[in-house]
């Protein structure tokens, strides 16, 4: 059974920092794109960073660049969220997602429709 799960939520003052860690079981994703989307309350789930099957290729949410850094260790099937000068804004809950639909490509699909396999996702409260 295919399992991501994530850790290193919590609540963080404004400006602070924050690492998330997303762990998969059950299947390897080594060959996929990754990615990290947020639901804050009342709005829709919107992606956040994404990287490639290698790292190779990154993307990132105007809202986020300069400020989180998406990474993936493959050997141990996890990706990772640094998350600097964080903000209040930045509120939600954070969920690590797959894409199995292009293998070994540097596409990164920016809608949670297109990826297969979801965490249960890790709250990151930030306070003013």
């Known amino acids: 059974q295919v399992q991501l799960v994530e850790s290193g939520g919590g609540l963080v003052q404004a400006g602070g920092s924050l690492r998330l860690s997303c762990a998969a079981s059950?299947?390897?994703?080594?060959?996929?794109?990754m990615a990290w989307f947020r639901q804050a309350p009342g709005k829709e789930r919107e992606v956040v960073a994404a990287?490639?099957?290698?790292?190779?290729?990154?993307y990132y949410a105007d809202s986020t660049k300069g400020r989180f850094t998406i990474s993936r260790d493959n050997a141990k099937d996890t990706v990772y969220l640094q998350m600097d000068s964080l903000k209040p804004e930045d509120t939600a809950v954070y969920y690590c997602?797959?894409?199995?639909?292009?293998?070994?490509?540097?596409?990164?699909?920016?809608?949670?429709?297109?990826?297969?396999?979801w965490g249960q996702g890790t709250q990151v409260t930030v306070s003013s």
């Open positions: 990287i490639s099957w290698n790292g190779g290729k990154t």
């Open positions: 997602a797959v894409s199995v639909g292009y293998r070994g490509s540097y596409i990164l699909p920016p809608k949670a429709d297109d990826y297969d396999y």
């Open positions: 059950g299947r390897h994703f080594s060959s996929y794109a």
